[in-house]
């Protein structure tokens, strides 16, 4: 069983804001949060994906609506949106069952921002998550009429999937802030893998 040992933490100078948090209060960048679960790479999941789907619960927040879903024994998609009066936010979930270890590391380690979304993402804007054998969350700010965004991946044995949230601006003109922390994504991760095992 091949177990990471990774800290998913916040990476940032001074403090970071928590959003949605009432009452202003921050968290500091010196403080870590672990989110971690389990992979094994040398035990196949066997259960069809779309048993592995996510629910409106499972998002963080309320008021989503579930408005694109289709799956199958080997691959599922799903489209959420919740829109307010300063922004819309989309999220787009995939997941795909491949029949071995190796065909799903092919499929899982070319998504990345830019292949998805032509966004160059730094360095410094993804971070190794502790979920599954492998995950990554990446984070980028907004810019060009377009709010900040996520993508979220991992990959356990022969199953594999990513979690894209984008921000758009209701007025198409003003940025909207970030309605989801760091926190937040990272304890989504864990909860998408929880459903595999």
Known sequence: MKRRKLVFSFITAGTV???????GETQS????????????????????????TLTTEDLPGS?????RS?????????????????SYVAVMFNIRKK?????????????????????SVGEAESRELNVGVASELYSWDGENGVGP??????RDANVFCHLLWA???????????DPVTLDQMGQLAVTIHTKWR
């Not at 008021?63 to 408005?67: A, L, V």
């Not at 289709?70 to 300063?86: I, L, R, V, W, Y």
């Not at 270890?101 to 292949?115: F, L, M, N, Q």
């Open 17 to 23: 804001a928590i959003a949605g948090c009432s009452g």
């Open 29 to 52: 960048a010196e403080q870590q949060r672990e989110f971690s679960t389990t992979g094994n790479d040398s035990q196949l999941i066997q259960s069809p994906v779309d048993k592995f």
């Open 63 to 67: 008021d989503w609506e579930q408005n």
């Open 70 to 86: 289709g799956a199958d024994a080997t691959f599922a998609m799903q489209g959420f949106s919740k829109p307010t009066p300063e």
């Open 99 to 119: 029949p071995d270890v190796s065909a799903a590391t092919d499929g899982y380690d070319p998504i990345t921002p830019e292949y998805l979304t032509g966004s």
């Open 149 to 154: 965004g996520y993508l979220l991946k991992i």
């Open 167 to 177: 921000v758009r601006p209701s007025d198409g003109e003003y940025l909207p802030e």
